[in-house]
């Protein structure tokens, strides 16, 4: 049963492999190449959860894990998924132009001995004030409870994950900006390697198993660093730890990670958001949203993070050779793919989402009842999945051109926004509402970046779109219809489920087909 879900997830990306192979320029590439390692890991990723719902269930020791777990994971995607390369990698382009290997040394030293010291620091501080950090992340939870008490242990043996995905993310950003994307693309792996060895061989020796997951964490961080660092010293860049590391260089990078951060953490700020109001709901709301958002990942983390990560060097370029018209047919490019993409993705997650859950968590531990109400969730994500696009996709243009203050302007709104539509919601909805909240917030977020954008003209939308849209709404019809029509299965299998895919794909193939995309944007950018 595991194998044939495996394959469901490959047929489904196998669609988003092909329409990223449809504009081979360099750019093009690099992002196929890059979305395909993340396949890979989100496959994985998929694999991880499948055993975590089938091996532990829904349950209070579940609900512990998921929220001491929002913490770490928030750290992984702000650092692995490009917030923290952002802020780093415009003024590391500047000091790679100048083709002085020992600036450039220089310049790696200081940021890698001012991250290492800050975040032991912070790591030994978040330890100690575990319980209260929970507290924070799920107030749901009674205080001293035996899940409270739980869900801080887990929390405290995950927490020097934060410190290794931080360096990790800094060493992959120096291999990005040299084009190395092969090692920091299959990096995230790794965790997803450690936590199912974990959930196997690990848990025999916990009295309570769930402290196994909590232990691979720990573990996969190590593993990342490590490989990260061996990439590194080929490039003979190996980070050299300093005590004198404070200039004015170093000063305003660091000055800028923090800002960055929250800039592009609103959608996981938003998830945390929601770990905290779900924790005061039913038992195994926090489970749901969880799984919800795992799967959401896959066309969110695929897609925004490979093209932000092939965007972000090139944007910078582009800004610090001041081509105005290249910084926004890059950003152009970037959005044009994920219309292509994101729109099927969106219609595919809804209209599939109990079906897909039910195939590939549905056990005797993760119910049928768990799977509905899951389903729900993943379905109000759905309709919110370009924006949380967008938003990977637009904020990069702000941290390269300096403004990233009106950016963090918008995250402030889109996180009210969020928590008083999650409050409101989740009295009538539970928590449905709570997914529709964060889709509404994040929509909201994408809206007004892209406005700033267009309006500053650092974004001007090339003449195609209109016949663009045309075409993706045309062939979404298509899919949509053909999703109604194929779907009214009482009851789902692995078979009835694959038949969705390839005649969901194939129909939004013979829709782009007979709407004329692949002719009229064979040769749209060049660059």
């Known amino acids: 049963m595991l194998l044939n879900a495996i394959i469901v997830n490959c047929l489904t990306h196998l669609k988003m492999a092909y329409l990223l192979s449809l504009s081979l320029s360099k750019s093009s590439k690099s992002?196929?190449?890059?979305?395909?390692?993340?396949?890979?890991?989100?496959?994985?990723?998929?694999?991880?959860?499948?055993?975590?719902?089938?091996?532990?269930?829904?349950?209070?020791?579940?609900?512990a894990f998921f929220a001491a777990f929002r913490i770490p994971n928030l750290l992984r995607r702000l650092f692995a998924e490009g917030a923290f390369s952002q802020a780093f990698v415009p003024t590391l382009t500047l000091y790679k132009a100048k083709n002085n290997t020992d600036e450039l040394q220089q310049f790696i030293n200081n940021i890698a001995?001012?991250?290492?010291?800050?975040?032991?620091?912070?790591?030994?501080?978040?330890?100690?004030?575990?319980?209260?950090?929970i507290f924070i992340c799920a107030a749901?939870?009674?205080?001293?409870?035996?899940?409270?008490?739980?869900?801080?242990?887990?929390?405290?043996?995950?927490?020097?994950?934060?410190?290794?995905?931080?360096?990790?993310?800094f060493i992959g950003s120096i291999l990005n900006t040299h084009t190395k994307f092969a090692i920091p693309a299959f990096t995230p792996a790794l965790l997803n390697i450690s936590m199912i060895g974990a959930t196997f061989w690990l848990t025999p020796y916990f009295q309570q198993p769930i402290i196994a997951l909590a232990v691979g964490v720990f573990i996969g961080g190590a593993l990342q660093l490590a490989l990260q660092l061996v990439a590194l010293?080929?490039?003979?860049?190996?980070?050299?730890?300093?005590?004198?590391?404070?200039?004015?260089?170093?000063?305003r990078v660091i000055n800028n990670i923090l800002p960055t951060i929250f800039a592009n953490s609103t959608t996981q700020i938003n998830f945390l958001v929601n770990t905290l109001v779900a924790s005061f709901l039913?038992?195994?709301?926090?489970?749901?949203?969880?799984?919800?958002?795992?799967?959401?990942?896959?066309?969110s983390g695929i897609l925004g993070s490979a093209l932000t990560t092939v965007m972000l060097p090139k944007l910078a370029k582009n800004y610090v050779a001041h081509e105005s018209e290249k910084f926004s047919q890059t950003l152009d490019?970037?959005?044009?793919?994920?219309?292509?993409?994101?729109?099927?993705?969106?219609?595919?997650?809804?209209?599939?989402?109990?079906?897909?859950?039910?195939?590939?968590?549905?056990?005797?531990?993760?119910?049928?009842?768990?799977?509905?109400?899951?389903?729900?969730?993943?379905?109000?994500?759905?309709?919110?999945?370009?924006?949380f696009l967008m938003v990977k996709v637009l904020t990069p243009a702000f941290t390269t051109c300096h403004i990233q203050s009106i950016a963090i302007r918008y995250a402030w709104i889109c996180l009210g926004v969020n928590l008083i539509l999650a409050l409101l919601l989740a009295q009538n909805f539970s928590h449905i509402g709570i997914a529709l909240a964060s889709s509404l917030a994040t929509?909201?977020?994408?809206?007004?970046?892209?406005?700033?954008?267009?309006?500053?003209?650092?974004?001007?939308?090339?003449?195609?779109?209109?016949?663009?849209?045309?075409?993706?709404?045309?062939?979404?019809?298509?899919?949509?219809?053909?999703?109604?029509?194929?779907?009214?299965?009482?009851s789902w299998s692995t078979f009835y489920l694959v038949k969705c895919v390839i005649l969901g794909g194939a129909s939004y193939f013979a829709g782009l087909f007979l709407s004329g995309y692949f002719y009229t944007h064979k040769k749209n950018y060049d660059f």
């Open 31 to 63: 992002t196929l190449l890059v979305g395909g390692l993340t396949v890979f890991s989100r496959l994985l990723g998929f694999w991880r959860d499948v055993l975590i719902a089938r091996y532990f269930g829904v349950n209070l020791a579940t609900d």
């Open 113 to 133: 001995s001012y991250l290492t010291l800050f975040m032991l620091i912070m790591t030994f501080f978040c330890v100690m004030i575990a319980p209260i950090l």
């Open 140 to 169: 749901g939870f009674d205080w001293k409870s035996q899940q409270h008490q739980l869900a801080t242990q887990l929390l405290q043996i995950m927490l020097p994950y934060g410190f290794f995905i931080t360096l990790t993310a």
């Open 233 to 251: 010293h080929q490039l003979h860049l190996w980070p050299k730890l300093q005590r004198n590391f404070h200039n004015s260089v170093t000063r």
């Open 282 to 299: 039913a038992t195994g709301s926090v489970s749901w949203l969880y799984y919800a958002d795992r799967l959401l990942e896959f066309p």
């Open 333 to 387: 490019w970037g959005l044009h793919f994920i219309a292509l993409l994101g729109v099927p993705a969106s219609i595919g997650l809804f209209f599939l989402s109990e079906p897909i859950l039910s195939v590939l968590f549905g056990s005797t531990e993760f119910t049928a009842y768990d799977v509905h109400a899951c389903a729900q969730a993943l379905s109000a994500y759905a309709l919110g999945l370009m924006g």
């Open 443 to 490: 929509s909201l977020n994408a809206a007004l970046l892209l406005i700033f954008l267009w309006k500053k003209q650092l974004y001007r939308p090339l003449k195609n779109w209109r016949l663009l849209s045309l075409q993706i709404f045309f062939s979404s019809v298509v899919l949509t219809e053909t999703l109604r029509y194929f779907s009214n299965f009482a």
